[in-house]
Each structure stands twice: as C-alpha cells, then as structure tokens.
C-alpha cells in the first residue's frame, strides 16, 4: 500500500506570493490533516478534512486555506506569503473510522519565502 | 484544550546506555497519548501509542513508555540505545471524544535525541 504522498517536495517563493501544497492520503483513508513544522513554533496543528468538510481548525490567519476533493487528495493554500510562514508543512492521513484511527505521516513539504 | 511540554530539548547519551525522554501533558478532557519519531528530511513515524489498559506500552525499535495519570506523564524509554536511534523525538496527545479520535494532534516541542559512539 502506497504511503503518503506530499508534493512539491521542496518550493522557494518571495514574500506576498501564494503557494499551493498537495497532499494524497493512503488509499481508503478520507481524513486528512495539515501541520506546520518551525524551529520556534514546533508542531502546530493548521486544519483537518473529512468528506470534503473541514472538521477541525487550528488558530492561524486566513491566509491559510484548505480543501479536499471528492477522492481525498487535499490541497492547502498560503495567500501573501510572509518569511514567517517558512516551515515544513506536513500532512497526515486516517481512515477516521469509529475509535483511534493512527495518522500517518508523509514526508512534508519544505516551503522556504525569500 | 491540550498541551504538551517535553522537559529536555537535547539529550546525549553513549551508545548502549539507557534513555528517558520526559513528557507531561495537560488537558481537559480524556486523551489519547503518543511518541513519534522524525528523522532528518523525512516524516513523522510512530513509535508508540497509550489508548487504555496497561499503563505501560511497548513499541517499535525497542522502545517503551509509561503513562502515569496522577502525575499526567508519559515518559519514553530504551534500556539500550543504539547510534540509529539518534533522531528528534515528539510527545502528543490527541483528545478522545468517546472513543472516537479526531485528527488533531498536538505535540510538545520536541527532544534531540543524539547517541554517541
């Protein structure tokens, strides 16, 4: 079974840009969630989706956006790039069935703004 | 709400000597409890999981953890390490809404874990 898969692997951008991130879970799984990974800031949570339907969010401006099409591929959108959003984003995928569901991780996308 | 403190940025340790990686944990509400592995340029790796039961959880690699509610920690341990095991090391919880985990994970800052031959 194919893992995770995140692309690009690594995108360079300048400040006020926006970027578009991809991410295809595991196949059957229909959750996905996005994580930023900064040297300050650690693991932070960004936003979950479920059947197209973004389930959970965490506490980051606007700029940041997701969505989730109807076979589970998700994307997560930057809209005016500033140097601080400079991180590793990393998506996860479960099936979201009932009881613990294991996350799995793929291996990120390293967004650096110039 | 859930957060996570890891008590040790940096640990160094030699080859073949135990380690203890420190976790607490606040929360809440009733939560599921993990360690993940990440390698350099790569993703998170599971290492262990506490969902209930025994309150003491092995996992892969050899590694062990032990969730003690009363003092709200879940510490990390290896009676032996090996040099492959240097890697960054992350504590999370995640709540757990009447059995039913959601994919919000929240993590401590993380513990560097490097072995020394």
């Known amino acids: 079974k194919a893992g995770v898969t995140q692309t690009p692997r690594y995108l360079i951008k300048t400040r006020g840009q926006q970027v578009t991130l991809s991410c295809s879970p595991i196949?059957?799984?229909?959750?996905v969630s996005w994580y930023q990974q900064t040297p300050g800031q650690g693991l932070q949570f960004l936003f979950e989706y479920f059947s197209e339907t973004q389930r959970n969010k965490g506490n980051f401006p606007g700029r940041f956006s997701g969505r989730q099409f109807s076979n589970s591929r998700s994307e997560m959108n930057v809209s005016t790039l500033e140097l601080g959003d400079s991180a590793l984003y990393l998506c996860a995928s479960s099936a979201r069935t009932g009881g613990y569901n294991e996350q799995f991780f793929g291996p990120g996308t390293r967004l650096t703004v110039l | 709400a859930q957060s996570v403190t890891q008590l040790d940025s940096q640990v160094p340790v030699f080859e073949e000597a135990p380690v203890e990686l420190r976790c607490n944990y606040s929360?809440?509400?009733?939560?599921?409890l993990f360690w993940y592995v990440q390698y350099p340029n790569q993703g998170l790796q599971l290492l262990l999981k506490?969902?209930?039961?025994?309150?003491l959880v092995k996992g892969i690699n050899g590694f062990e953890a032990e969730f003690n509610k009363s003092q709200t920690s879940f510490h990390l341990r290896k009676p032996s390490v090996h040099i492959s095991d240097t890697a960054e090391y992350f504590c999370?919880?995640?709540?757990?809404?009447?059995?039913?985990?959601?994919?919000?994970?929240?993590f401590g800052q993380g513990t560097i874990l490097t072995v020394h031959p």
């Open positions: 929360s809440s509400v009733s939560v599921y």
């Open positions: 999370a919880v995640s709540p757990n809404a009447g059995g039913t985990s959601y994919g919000k994970l929240t």
């Open positions: 506490y969902l209930s039961g025994s309150t």
């Open positions: 196949s059957g799984h229909r959750s």
